[in-house]
């Protein structure tokens, strides 16, 4: 089983990497590889938290009151995004 990405710290965005906010989802181009990525509402919102500087677990609280959901359930939601985003270099932790 992987290991999972820590909650507690800052992620920042890869320098090759553009991206847009159209409606309720995000699109991301990886300018390297050419790659587009579409994020969902809630995967949006996370990119966005994240690109404030918020750790994951503060996007875990911010997505809870944005959609009246359980913590654990938004948490483990949060760790798959955050495991998919780091295994594109969509993202990196800040202190890389």
Request: proline share 5%; net charge negative.
């Amino acid at each position: 089983m992987a290991k999972k990405p820590p909650l507690d710290q800052a992620y920042r965005f890869s320098p090759d990497i553009a991206w847009r906010r159209i409606g309720d989802e995000s699109v991301v181009l990886d300018l390297k590889s050419s790659d587009y990525y579409s994020l969902n509402e809630t995967a949006a919102l996370l990119w966005e938290a994240l690109g404030e500087g918020l750790t994951p677990e503060k996007a875990v609280e911010r997505l809870c009151e944005e959609f009246d959901a359980e913590p654990d359930a938004v948490r483990k939601d949060v760790e798959a995004a955050l495991a998919e985003l780091l295994s594109e270099r969509l993202i990196l932790r800040s202190d890389a």
